[in-house]
Nanobody, 139 residues
Framework: QVQLVESGGGSVQTGGSLRLSCAASGYSYSMYCMGWFRQAPGKEREAVAT???????SYADSVKGRFTISQDNAKNTLYLQMNSLKPEDTAMYYC?????????????????????????????????WGQGTQVTVSS
């Protein structure tokens, strides 16, 4: 059973930086997608960034150029480096993992538009989730 544990959230001022980490255990898939999602109060959960087993990344337009997703396979850890933070980045951030939908998309040749990744950006396609870590950006 996959377990995901996020850390690194906190409170910063506008323009500050944070690095989120997600430690994964019980994960042994060779084809997968990992992602960071966020959910602000009263809003739907949205994809922030994804990275797949080929290290292909994808970002939401709102964070392009400011956030960087990466993974350290030796440490089974996913990261999200967040720079130039804005108040609108305030949300609970979740780490998530998908292997089933990703594998199907690879077999069907379904790449996400413009990025070359087979990762889905739909939270419903991710089966495993962490408990979340809060990020608060004050103006």
């Amino acid at each position: 059973q996959v377990q995901l544990v996020e850390s690194g959230g906190g409170s910063v001022q506008t323009g500050g930086s944070l690095r989120l980490s997600c430690a994964a255990s019980g994960y042994s898939y060779s084809m997968y997608c990992m992602g960071w999602f966020r959910q602000a109060p009263g809003k739907e959960r949205e994809a922030v960034a994804t990275i797949d087993s080929d290290d292909i990344t994808s970002y939401a337009d709102s964070v392009k150029g400011r956030f960087t997703i990466s993974q350290d396979n030796a440490k089974n850890t996913l990261y999200l480096q967040m720079n130039s933070l804005k108040p609108e980045d305030t949300a609970m951030y979740y780490c998530a993992a998908d292997e089933d939908v990703y594998s199907d998309r690879v077999l069907l040749g379904l790449r996400s538009g413009g990025t070359g990744t087979y990762c889905s950006s739909d939270p419903a396609d991710f089966a495993s989730w962490g408990q979340g870590t809060q990020v608060t950006v004050s103006s």
